[in-house]
């Protein structure tokens, strides 16, 4: 879809609230276009919330995050990073999920507002510059104390570190399939 298309959309529609995965309207690939979007969702004093990650392998640890994260706010903006970054960080074999399937998976989660993909050749922070979220919600291996004072001072209201809530990671999973021992995975 080209921007000129997507300028014709409103920005903001009752569709982003609805249960439904909506994922043609809620993907979002230009983050000018975010940043018109979050703009629209703050005038009417909507709270803007943001996280991030690779959401491999969804599982239930994946939505009791998301379902946390939404909590702190009215609309919940994901970042889902790309395949290339995910190689870049987690070596060859991965991702065990194609990005636009990740992306639409995400779309599924209850209180998912919009998802985005993060690339690995974006500045630094490029999506939360986008974005200045309200609240920005992290893992606790995401930002060192300096990144999160930086964070805070210049890019988002507050930033918030929340435990992992799965009980077994998509990497242990993985492993423990390789293995031959996916009836364990449950551990």
């Known amino acids: 879809m080209t921007?000129?298309?997507q300028k014709k959309r409103?920005?903001?529609?009752?569709?982003?609230?609805?249960d439904a995965s909506n994922f043609e309207l809620r993907y979002v690939q230009d983050y000018d276009r975010i940043?018109?979007?979050?703009?629209?969702?703050?005038?009417?004093?909507?709270?803007?919330?943001?996280?991030?990650?690779s959401f491999d392998i969804l599982h239930e640890g994946h939505s009791m995050y998301l379902e946390a994260c939404r909590g702190f706010g009215d609309?919940?903006?994901?970042?889902?990073?790309?395949?290339?970054?995910?190689?870049?960080?987690?070596?060859?074999?991965?991702?065990?999920?194609?990005?636009?399937e990740r992306l639409r998976m995400v779309t599924h989660q209850r209180g998912v507002g919009l998802v985005t993909?993060?690339?690995?050749?974006?500045?630094?922070?490029?999506?939360i510059k986008a974005v200045r979220p309200d609240?920005?919600?992290a893992t606790a291996e995401t930002y060192s104390p300096e990144q999160i004072a930086e964070l805070e001072a210049k890019y988002c209201g507050e930033v918030r570190v929340l435990e992992r809530m799965a009980t077994i990671s998509t990497s242990a999973r993985l492993r423990r399939i390789q293995l031959g021992l996916a009836e364990n995975a449950e551990r």
């Open 135 to 137: 609240v920005l919600i």
């Open 35 to 53: 940043s018109e979007i979050v703009d629209a969702l703050r005038a009417v004093d909507n709270r803007i919330v943001l996280t991030n990650g």
């Open 3 to 5: 921007r000129s298309t």
């Open 117 to 127: 993909l993060k690339h690995l050749d974006h500045e630094k922070w490029a999506l």
């Open 75 to 100: 609309f919940l903006i994901v970042g889902v990073d790309s395949d290339d970054k995910i190689r870049a960080r987690k070596g060859p074999h991965r991702p065990a999920v194609p990005e636009m």
């Open 10 to 18: 409103p920005l903001v529609s009752r569709d982003f609230f609805d």
